[in-house]
């Protein structure tokens, strides 16, 4: 089989490919072609993952199928956009047919639920290494930025932290995953591998949001980006943050709260909005919580229960570093 | 310096990253956001370069960026869509700020001259290699395709081939190139590293030609690719193949007429059109020549002075092979 059959053999023909009435042209010329809606833009968003580094040499294909695209759709989601397609380029050290089979079903699980169609890509020899280019549509003047902060907004959270990150020792089997109890290792790997990007509440908080990302580095870095791109302080009630009970359960309660506070990987989203807002969105999205407020200053405050701020340092993951 | 100095360093406050009117929000949020015109469609492309597979292990970091970039965009050329934005995924061994300064400039250099903005992207440790996404504007209706060649349809090329597989051996030094005369030298360094992506023939020809494609793999196979998307025959009179001439000084006659013919890398289009339309075309791009035509059948035949089929065996670079 050679490259050209691979790719469309495992991916072309795969359910992946199938995209929504906005691909006008998918996988096999130069380009495809991708229609924006009138009064809308086209939100772009790259990530690259590599073995070793962003997920085990052995990794399991099903499962990183499925995060590798979460991972990337979930900047779409932070941006308030609808997905459309998203290109692959993938570099396998060689062709295993059945890695490949069991990576494009997980590929192809994570793109019907976020109603993306793969559009395009590349394949070439090499370090397993994956990067994925994410393509949506934002009504213009509705996309959620970072910079938008407003003074006495209230800062919010899509839900529970931490979880991604106190599993990583035991995707590296770090920890024996045989001394940890069914259902915590069950949302551990979920919180882990299938990250599910926030699309409706990303679309839910279009022109109400003043500021939101997706929480990849980590909430206190994160929060860093909103409060360094909007010029203000963000302070966040230490108490107020809500943490994964899966992490708390495996690692107790201080070490699961360093998680939720330093950890990435949870791809919940973080944003800004007037007081105003509150009730109907926490109507609509039960696991949205208040962790803090946007006010006068710079960079991120956390705060004890007695409002005096903690000092810690805290950096997002950083690979040169 | 940690990532994300690095990346702001180099790359976003260099020129490359000034895009145009069609970019509404550039590097630095969880997406960038591109405007697409009305009645136009988004056009996408996406090339991932591994070191030492598609470009040397020693490669100048200069000529490498505007390489990289060249490639890409000659997808938005093939397919007559104007550049808006590329995002640049670059995987890198350590940081080497000499190496990333002469590879940001070459970058910048041809997406000045490509009019085209560094929207975004990621930056990983590991082996070096490139994944670059373009996306540009194409009006609906008249992107050039694959699949629309036409019985009766005039085969061209938009100009002299061959250079650039003639230079590989030049580039990796298996040629000692103080033996070869200077400006056949620098032509053959000139077509490997800094392949000019033809947009202004791709735009010229929306609307004109019915099928078209950059010839990334060799001029006989991309053929083939437009004669199985748009299920007929196309013959290529051998003769009229343009070899470029410094292919011709290095190599010979016969050697140079093989890389024009299955050598890849030269970015030249191919395409087809009505034969009404070569005066005014040839009139506009001289260097046009009309190479062969579209019949019944399938596949691609190359015919010699007497109209004879040339028995070859012939394929692209397919890196599993």
């Keep these: 089989m050679n490259e050209f059959e ?53 990794a399991p294909a099903f499962l990183l199928g499925q995060r590798a695209l979460a991972v990337a759709v979930s900047d779409l989601a932070a941006m308030g956009a609808t997905p459309i397609g998203f290109t692959l380029a993938i570099t396998l050290p060689q062709i295993d047919a059945d890695w490949l089979q069991a990576f494009s079903e997980g590929l192809s699980l994570m793109a019907q639920r976020c109603s993306i169609g793969l559009i395009g890509g590349d394949t070439t020899r090499g370090p397993l290494a994956l ?132 950890g990435g990987d949870d791809y919940q989203l973080a944003f800004t909005l007037a007081p105003c807002e509150l009730a109907r969105l926490q109507h609509a999205f039960p696991a949205v919580q208040v962790i803090g407020q946007v006010c006068a200053g710079a960079g991120v405050q956390l705060l004890d229960a007695a409002g005096q701020s903690i000092v810690r340092s805290y950096s997002g993951y950083q690979h040169f570093n």
């Design 131 to 262: 990067t994925l280019t994410v393509m949506g549509a934002v009504p213009t003047q509705q996309a959620l930025l970072r910079s938008g902060a407003q003074l006495g907004d209230l800062l919010c959270v899509s839900g529970a932290l931490g979880a991604a990150a106190a599993a990583v020792p035991v995707v590296l089997a770090e920890i024996d995953r045989h001394t940890i109890p069914e259902a915590t290792l069950q949302q551990l790997l979920a919180a882990y591998w299938t990250p599910q990007p926030q699309l409706q509440l990303g679309h839910y908080l279009r022109g109400k949001a003043h500021a939101a990302l997706d929480i990849s580095d980590g909430l206190l870095a994160d929060c860093g980006h909103i409060a360094k791109a909007s010029q203000l302080c963000l302070q966040i009630q230490q108490a107020a943050v809500p943490v994964a009970m899966a992490a708390r359960q495996l690692l107790g309660d201080s070490a699961a709260l360093q998680c939720a506070l330093s």
């Design 6 to 58: 691979l790719i469309q053999h495992f991916f072309t023909r795969s359910a992946c490919a199938q995209g929504g009435e906005n691909i006008s042209l998918g996988i096999g010329d130069d380009c495809a072609l991708l229609q924006i809606p009138a009064e809308h833009r086209c939100a772009v968003s790259t990530d690259t993952l590599v073995s070793g580094i962003h997920f085990p040499d052995q």
